[in-house]
């Protein structure tokens, strides 16, 4: 007999998706203008969940309109009474997380065990760290009586919704901000459940505006002369047409974009907690993760040893369906997506490196990539280079210190890096060299909202999270009496 | 069932002399014991927590339930303890549920060296070994000589299992040596008249030594690789966490880095050593989250009572009673099982 864990699937019946959707604008769920709609599906089943409006340009502009009208009287509220909106949100958040958790992974794929544990916690802790900056901006170090922006327009990816969601919407609430957010095409879902909370909350109408569509709705939203500020997650792709877009306009922009991160791993490091940090960092939400340490960089010394235990590591990771709460990896989140993993995945193993993965089923529906590891891998290999976001890590060696600077250093992004090694000096050494905007010791994908959150290089400009996120959503502090 | 013992191959046996080099002197334990990898606290910490989240239902709980029982020393360790206690607990042992005679057995009881001869008595012939806590249990403050003459007394008295404790002072201090070297003299002492001390042991020639290193004691978790592996090399058959007799006892993190030293230790000289937890665990659900780690750090192969224990007293009767929650449907109460 073998102790097999019998399925522990989460309950369905806790959410309850509507057959169809609208946008929401002005406090209120509204058709699309032409009456144009696209369908959810659950990726790890194929499944149609929902359908929603797909908003065209006359919707994203009744939207900023809204948003405009809104922002006279939210950016007057005292900080105070914002902090109020916000806390209250954040308490909706928590009380409604298991049906939200549920309904993340319906929609995004991810293990409910990530959604539970992982976003749903973050969400409300985000909400509750804006609330808590929204009476006390004058204190944030960005001068005495710094003022809201305006308008945001914010478009968000899909690996993880809600969260993202919660990034972009707490802190500009904070400042005083108002906005318009399109959520991904492929996971729309929690930010329409978001956009009931806010009316639960009975947040004046106006000041949070949901447009679900396609990258034409994103794009008519970043366009739109309306808006004061934009701020982008997403692939370094986008991001670019974005920054052409509002280069030479009065638009503040920030930008969170692609990763390529280089997990660093010392002779002397902490063995077993490394084998956790790496899968960790490359499994974790299926490796769907921008700041995801897809490069593993391990000392010559303890590469095979380091090796084994990693695979050893990789062959109890169980794959398979998002609701089980024993599952760790889910499902990719779209066919589209499977088939860039696929073909970066295939070109790794045409250029020469080792593919290796362990034996696992994987579900017949839905959208599936096995856990996997490249081994033999170089600079000069295409998945060294380009991010994957998927579960496939390439591993490289390096021989000294500087040699592992040097390499992680070498790519075009800069978002993450990770250091393993016992020695606080060289720990230290070493974050001082990386060219990233966070540099995790001893661990890795570790999310904190008071915690910045920002890239280099083409990885983006600017931060969110912490006092650094507020930054984003406020004016230069006016001078004495000019208002 | 019956418990086995290992019996080492020629080529683990060749590995383990392998490794005679690093206790060749004090220097060369140390600089071994020192270069093992470092422990990440914070990381640690979280993996064990990741394995508590586990959710076992149905079938794989009621398999995770009767496991558990089977690996249970069944304990009375109090100065109070009389022939009527421990023939009740053996008895309990036998029949660990009186309304439902399919139960497993628990897998030892565990006893006062004073008390083996009465426990072996009132077990019999029912396979359920017995175990004693000897080397002047709990506190190990007492010379070899006495210690070893405890473990004698207890071997001679038919201990199936010997639960030594270390010297932690003497740890502590840095003198890995002389915990080297005491544990191999326990070791020795386990041997009974004409068997060996390294060999098949168990029910024959020499009783399994189970060594206990009050990890509450030792506090860092550093420390505790460093013993699980100095034990190991000084011929520990089982490594234990703890006494059950102090404030911090067998925690989820300490357990599974033992865990993963037994499994280093197995896979660089493929001897095979068992784990046991002990004091504090009292749930099912608890029992089920170690089970959890002892599956997913070492496998199928230590998923039976020959390599993993619990040291607990009130566990069984939270098992029985989830084990008769599975059977009816229902949740009995604390007068439907046993008191012993």
């Known amino acids: 007999m073998t102790f097999d864990y019998a399925p522990a699937p989460e309950s369905r019946a806790v959410v309850d998706i509507a057959p169809s959707y609208g946008l929401f604008i002005d406090g209120e769920f509204a058709p699309a203008s032409d009456g144009k709609v696209f369908k959810t599906v659950s990726p790890s089943s194929e499944e149609v969940l929902s359908e929603v409006a797909q908003a065209s340009a006359e919707d994203v502009d009744r939207a900023v309109k809204a948003a405009r009208k809104a922002f006279e009287k939210w950016s007057a509220l005292p900080g105070a009474e914002r902090a109020k909106y916000l806390f209250r949100i954040a308490r909706?958040?928590?009380?409604?997380?298991?049906?939200?958790?549920?309904?993340?992974?319906?929609?995004?794929?991810?293990p409910i065990r990530e959604s539970r544990d992982a976003d749903l916690p973050l969400v409300a802790a985000h909400f509750f760290y804006y609330a808590g900056w929204a009476d006390k901006l004058d204190h944030a170090g960005y001068g005495a009586n710094p003022r809201p922006l305006g308008v945001a327009g914010q478009v968000i990816p899909w690996n993880f919704p809600l969260l993202m969601l919660a990034w972009k919407i707490a802190p500009a609430l904070a400042t005083g901000n108002t906005v318009v957010l399109k959520p991904a095409e492929t996971t729309p879902l929690s930010a329409l459940f978001f956009a009931d909370i806010c009316r639960q909350a009975g947040l004046p109408k106006?000041?949070?505006?949901?447009?679900?569509?396609?990258?034409?709705t994103g794009a008519s939203l970043v366009g739109h002369p309306g808006i004061d500020k934009v701020a982008f997650t997403g692939s370094t792709e986008v991001g670019k047409a974005i920054a052409r877009t509002v280069a030479g306009t009065d638009k503040k922009v920030t930008l969170e974009l692609g990763g390529k991160a280089a997990n660093i791993v010392f002779d002397d490091a902490p063995l077993d907690q490394a084998v956790e940090g790496i899968v960790n960092g490359i499994f974790f939400n299926q490796g769907h993760v921008c700041c995801a340490g897809s490069r593993l960089l391990v000392q010559e010394s303890v590469a095979?040893?380091?090796?084994?235990?990693?695979?050893?590591?990789?062959?109890?990771?169980?794959?398979?369906d998002p609701l089980d709460k024993n599952t760790d990896i889910g499902a990719i989140n779209s066919a589209e997506q499977l088939a860039r993993i696929t073909a970066l995945a295939d070109a790794g193993e045409a250029e020469g490196a080792e593919r290796w993965s362990p034996s696992c089923e994987l579900p017949s529906s839905g959208y599936w990539f096995a856990p996997t590891l490249f081994t033999g891998v170089t600079q000069a290999h295409r998945i060294a280079r380009e991010e994957i976001f998927g579960p496939v890590l390439s591993v490289l060696t390096f021989r000294t210190p500087a040699e592992a600077v040097e390499k992680a250093n070498n790519t075009p992004y800069g978002l993450s890096a990770g250091i393993w090694t016992e020695k606080g000096s060289r720990m230290l050494w070493m974050a001082n060299k990386l060219r990233a905007g966070i540099v995790w010791s001893n661990t890795f994908n570790k999310f904190d909202p008071a915690s910045p959150f920002g890239g280099y290089k083409e990885s983006g400009y600017g931060r969110e999270g912490g006092r650094h996120g507020l930054e984003a959503y406020l004016a230069p502090s006016s001078p004495e009496g000019a208002r | 069932m019956p418990i086995t013992v290992p019996a080492y191959g020629k080529e683990a046996a060749g590995r383990l002399a392998s490794m005679a080099d690093v206790t060749a002197d004090d220097g060369a334990l140390r600089r071994f014991l020192h270069g093992l990898p470092g422990v990440d606290a914070v990381g640690l910490e979280a993996r064990a927590a990741t394995l508590g989240t586990r959710s076992i239902k149905t079938t794989a709980k009621a398999y995770a339930i009767d496991l558990a029982i089977s690996m249970i020393d069944l304990?009375?360790?109090e100065g109070a303890d009389t022939p009527g206690k421990v023939r009740a607990l053996c008895a309990k042992g036998?029949?660990?549920?009186?309304?439902?005679?399919?139960?497993?057995?628990?897998?030892?009881?565990?006893?006062?060296?004073?008390?083996?001869?009465?426990?072996?008595?009132?077990?019999?012939?029912?396979?359920?070994?017995?175990?004693?806590?000897?080397?002047?249990?709990?506190?190990?403050r007492a010379a070899l000589p006495v210690k070893l003459a405890d473990t004698r007394d207890a071997v001679a008295a038919g201990a199936d299992e010997i639960d030594m404790v270390i010297d932690r002072g003497a740890f502590l201090s840095g003198r890995y040596m002389d915990v080297f070297e005491e544990i191999k003299a326990v070791k020795e002492a386990c041997a009974r008249p004409g068997g060996t001390s390294r060999s098949e042991?168990?029910?024959?020639?020499a009783a399994h030594l189970k060594v206990i290193f009050e990890t509450g004691e030792l506090q860092t978790y550093d420390n505790v690789r460093r013993v699980s592996w100095l034990a190991m090399l000084a011929g520990a058959d089982f490594i234990k966490t703890s006494t059950g007799k102090v404030a911090v006892n067998a925690t989820p993190p300490v357990t599974l880095l033992m865990l993963e030293a037994v499994r280093d230790f197995h896979a660089t000289t493929g001897v095979q050593v068992g784990v046991k937890p002990?004091?504090?665990?009292?749930?099912?659900?608890?029992?089920?989250?170690?089970?959890?780690?002892?599956?997913?750090?070492?496998?199928?192969?230590?998923?039976?009572?020959?390599?993993?224990?619990?040291g607990a007293s009130s566990l069984l009767n939270d098992l029985l009673m989830q084990r008769q929650k599975l059977s009816t449907g229902r949740y009995s109460g604390p007068d439907y099982v046993t008191v012993d």
Not at chain 1, 208 to 215: F, M, Q
Not at chain 2, 201 to 205: A, E, H, Q, V
Not at chain 2, 287 to 296: F, G, Q, R, S
Request: hydrophobic share 40%; proline share 4%; aromatic share 6%.
């Open chain 1, 304 to 320: 095979d040893e380091l090796l084994d235990a990693l695979k050893r590591r990789m062959r109890t990771l169980r794959v398979g």
């Open chain 1, 92 to 110: 909706i958040i928590q009380e409604r997380s298991r049906e939200l958790a549920v309904l993340e992974s319906l929609d995004n794929g991810k």
């Open chain 1, 206 to 216: 106006g000041v949070v505006n949901i447009l679900t569509g396609d990258g034409s």
């Open chain 2, 94 to 140: 036998v029949h660990p549920d009186p309304t439902d005679r399919t139960s497993p057995k628990v897998a030892a009881i565990c006893v006062y060296p004073d008390m083996v001869a009465t426990a072996k008595e009132a077990l019999g012939d029912s396979g359920i070994h017995v175990a004693s806590v000897a080397t002047a249990f709990p506190a190990g």
């Open chain 2, 201 to 205: 042991t168990g029910g024959g020639t």
């Open chain 2, 75 to 77: 304990t009375t360790l």
């Open chain 2, 278 to 310: 002990a004091g504090g665990i009292r749930t099912t659900k608890d029992a089920i989250k170690y089970l959890v780690m002892v599956n997913e750090t070492l496998g199928e192969p230590w998923l039976t009572a020959d390599w993993f224990r619990f």
